[in-house]
């Protein structure tokens, strides 16, 4: 599977943006989806995850509420909406796909545990 992430950008504080992530391939059904993102300093961290089925998502406490995930299995792409920006958020987001994985699952493991990585693409929110 190969991932490519799309939709990052500089905002001001209290904006949105989405990001996006085409994957390659035919089986994107059978894979939970999901974000991570590194600040500059700090290792990688979980921000959110959709199940291999869709019926699922789990979030950071940092970004729940503010933060969406979803997938369209028909363009092979998962969305993370982010609204509510803040200046903490600033990091490169990357996405991350883990075979029949539930997104409760996928938000307890290491970034070491998924499967394919994407390139990152930079999200910076000023204050």
């Known amino acids: 599977v190969q991932l490519q992430a799309s939709g990052g950008g500089l905002v001001q504080a209290g904006g949105s943006l989405r990001l996006s992530c085409a994957a390659s391939?035919?089986?994107?059904?059978?894979?939970?989806m999901g974000w991570f993102r590194q600040a500059p300093g700090k290792e990688r961290e979980f921000v959110a995850a959709i199940s291999y089925g869709g019926g699922s998502t789990y979030y950071a406490d940092s970004v729940k509420g503010r933060f969406t995930i979803s997938r369209d299995n028909a363009k092979n792409t998962v969305y993370l909406q982010m609204n509510s920006l803040q200046p903490e958020d600033t990091a490169v987001y990357y996405c991350?796909?883990?075979?029949?994985?539930?997104?409760?699952?996928?938000?307890?493991?290491?970034?070491?545990?998924?499967?394919?990585w994407g390139k990152g693409t930079q999200v910076t929110v000023s204050s």
């Open positions: 391939g035919r089986t994107f059904s059978s894979y939970g």
């Open positions: 991350v796909a883990n075979g029949l994985a539930t997104a409760q699952a996928m938000g307890h493991m290491s970034a070491k545990g998924m499967d394919y």
